[in-house]
């Protein structure tokens, strides 16, 4: 599991928190880091993603995920954190189709944990 956010203690929090549940993390502070750690071949079936971040987005982080040539980049699930006010109609409407899933924040570790039950190891 990927987690990626420009704020380090959400990245440090989150793969906390999804480690005691088994889950195997990997944290990155933006989207050229995540993009690094992919092509280092990390397996990953999740990633879960904030939106607004300095420099590319999160919605930069699922478009480049989708047009990799690696079919696990392109089948794992995406979550995008944000707050409701971030997305326009056109930027719901591109997650959508790539298969993302949207999470508000802040977002509690129950939501957090219910929305990616299922993935244990990844």
């Known amino acids: 599991m990927l987690v990626v956010d420009d704020e380090v203690e959400i990245v440090e929090e989150l793969c ?11 944290g990155a502070h933006c989207v050229p880091e995540a993009l ?6 990390i397996d990953v079936t999740t990633i879960i993603s904030d939106f607004r971040m300095p420099g590319p987005s999160g919605l930069d982080l699922l478009r480049s995920c989708r047009a990799s040539a690696s079919d696990s980049q392109r089948t794992c699930r995406f979550y995008l954190m944000t707050g409701q006010t971030d997305l326009t109609d056109a930027a719901l409407q591109e997650l959508a189709q790539g298969g993302a899933s949207v999470i508000g924040k802040p977002v509690g570790p129950k939501t957090l944990l219910s929305l990616i039950a299922g993935d244990v190891g990844a």
């Open 36 to 41: 690094e750690l992919l092509g280092r071949g």
């Open 16 to 26: 906390e928190l999804l480690g005691m549940f088994g889950h195997i993390t990997h």
